[in-house]
């Protein structure tokens, strides 16, 4: 059953001001041959509504961790974890998955699409999982692919598409259950520059038009650039927060306050 019914008041909508996730006293432990592993110590963070915030960290930092706690796709072994009012530590799986499903969209790396299928049955597809008829899913499906330029594409198939394209038909399946949040996992990775640079002026836009809450992991200087707000992390701790004007990103290099940081 979900949280509660999902009415115009959202159960996920912010409690208080701005703030839309509040992660407090998060650590994520793992016992791996009698050897205790903290993925995550600690953490504690605010995303606010409609924010566009960037995490930074190293190959096991704990940045994937915090990413996956964020989007309810794990549970932390302490601490609380609320999406507006949902503490979603308290959920069971099957309200995790109405969450899931209901409030936030994925942008996976390798856009994760089913090869058989056209792209705007791909994109139908989280919509038919809320219970929509197909009629229903393929129009809103359709609706998402052409505000994304792609209405030209819709019986394409994914091997038909470009990378971008594909990157685009993956960003449309997150926005089909017009989410509350979006989680895009290094989107950029695979796409050359320009491309790579359509796509971040695409999140950045749902951002600022739509009052998307945009929450990415990412090496991208240029993604960094677009960022309201970068959260470094660093043995599973968040290092610093910034924001965006206090940065000076440059080819390579990122420098910060306290020091620069190469890519």
């Known amino acids: 059953m979900p949280p509660s019914s999902r009415n115009n008041d959202r159960d996920a909508e912010p409690s208080s001001d701005r703030s839309l996730v509040e992660i407090a006293n998060v650590s994520k432990i793992y016992v791996l041959k009698r050897e205790t592993v903290y993925a995550l110590r600690d953490v504690q963070l605010q995303v606010f509504r409609g924010e566009y915030l960037s995490i930074m960290g190293p190959s096991g930092s704990g940045k994937s961790t915090l990413f996956n ?5 794990d549970r932390p072994s302490k601490g609380q974890v609320r999406i507006g009012t ?3 530590t308290n ?5 995790l998955a109405y969450v899931r499903s209901n409030y936030i969209g994925y942008v996976f790396q390798a856009y994760n699409l089913i090869p058989s299928l056209s792209a705007l049955r791909n994109v139908a597809l989280p919509r038919l999982f809320t219970g929509a008829s197909q009629e229903q899913a393929d129009a809103a499906a359709a609706d998402r ?3 994304l330029g792609l209405g030209h594409r819709l019986e394409h198939r994914p091997g038909e598409l470009s990378g971008g394209q594909q990157q685009r038909v993956a960003i449309a399946r997150a926005l089909v259950n017009d989410p509350t949040i979006i989680l895009a996992d290094e989107p950029t990775a695979n796409l050359d520059l320009k491309t790579g640079a359509e796509v971040i002026e695409i999140l950045k836009g749902l951002s600022v038009d739509q009052g998307v809450t945009i929450i990415t992991a990412t090496h991208d200087h240029k ?3 677009n960022s309201d707000r970068v959260v470094w ?3 599973g701790r968040i290092a610093k927060v910034q924001n965006r004007e206090e940065l000076h990103i440059e080819e390579g290099k990122i420098s910060v306050a306290g020091g620069d940081i190469v890519a």
């Open 91 to 95: 959920l069971t799986s099957r309200q």
């Open 223 to 225: 993604m960094l650039a």
């Open 69 to 73: 706690i964020i989007g309810a796709l």
């Open 86 to 88: 949902l503490d979603l």
């Open 145 to 147: 692919l052409k505000q």
């Open 233 to 235: 992390i660093s043995d």
